[in-house]
């Protein structure tokens, strides 16, 4: 798959109208692009995005490009290290060197066998498939709830990638009834880490639909 955010969004419209025209199979990355356009370019200039999971930047890059403020967390040392190199002294950018849960607490994050190679992207505070031969390192994990409820304004959009720890933030959300104070929410779940996921994010689901919640998206990616 080609890398998010590699065309411009002029480019990535015109694409992505040429895929409804001819009805071609469309690229899940293009399809995320779309998603995050659909609510970053609605959301108010200046607002924050929080982008949990951050990774190397590519959807703090984009948030960037549209006028919003990002802050970023990323526990991997090796996306972290890209991370703070690509927007370490950006203005509109405050990068957190932690990961984010339902509860404060110190962890064993475990990384996949490949990251320092690059495959960040499958590290996690869930041990799991890839991370058999890996590295693991404790990091700090933050109470999402009080982080949110410590700043001065709540985001206007916040985007998750964070590898099955996106169940338990979404239930101390919709607990605390933050998401009503968010603009928007773009969630990529992890159902196939394990039956104790799939059922607390099929929960989460059905909360969703009986409440009629709309600024929750669960199919990012």
């Known amino acids: 798959m080609p890398e998010m955010f590699s065309e411009a969004y ?29 609510v970053a370019l609605r959301a108010p200039k200046g607002s924050t995005f929080l982008d949990l999971g951050a990774n190397v930047g590519l959807v703090t890059g984009a948030a960037l490009r549209l006028g919003l403020k990002v802050i970023a ?3 991997d040392p090796h ?13 509109d950018v405050e990068i957190i060197p932690k990961a984010a849960g339902a509860v404060a607490r110190t962890a ?3 990384r996949h066998r490949n990251a320092d190679s690059g495959n960040t992207a499958g590290s996690s505070l869930i041990e799991t498939t890839g991370h058999e031969d890996g590295t693991s390192t404790i990091v700090e994990v933050v109470d ?5 409820k410590g700043r001065q304004a709540m985001p206007s959009i916040v985007k998750m990638d964070i590898e099955g720890s996106e169940a338990e933030c979404l239930e101390a959300i919709l607990g605390a009834g933050l998401h009503k104070s968010i603009g928007a929410f773009l969630v990529e779940t992890h159902d196939r880490l394990s039956p104790t996921i799939a059922n607390r ?11 009629n919640i ?8």
């Open 201 to 211: 994010l099929d929960r989460i689901r059905a909360r969703i639909a009986e409440e």
């Open 79 to 91: 996306a972290l290290a890209i991370l703070t190199r690509r927007f370490g002294t950006h203005p």
């Open 214 to 221: 709309q600024n929750i998206n669960l199919e990012w990616i």
């Open 10 to 38: 002029l480019e990535n419209t015109l694409r992505w109208h040429l895929y409804r025209r001819w009805r071609r199979r469309r690229n899940l990355y293009r399809v995320a692009e779309r998603m995050f356009y659909h």
């Open 144 to 148: 999402l709830v009080d982080f949110l």
């Open 73 to 75: 967390f990323e526990p």
């Open 108 to 110: 064993r994050f475990y």
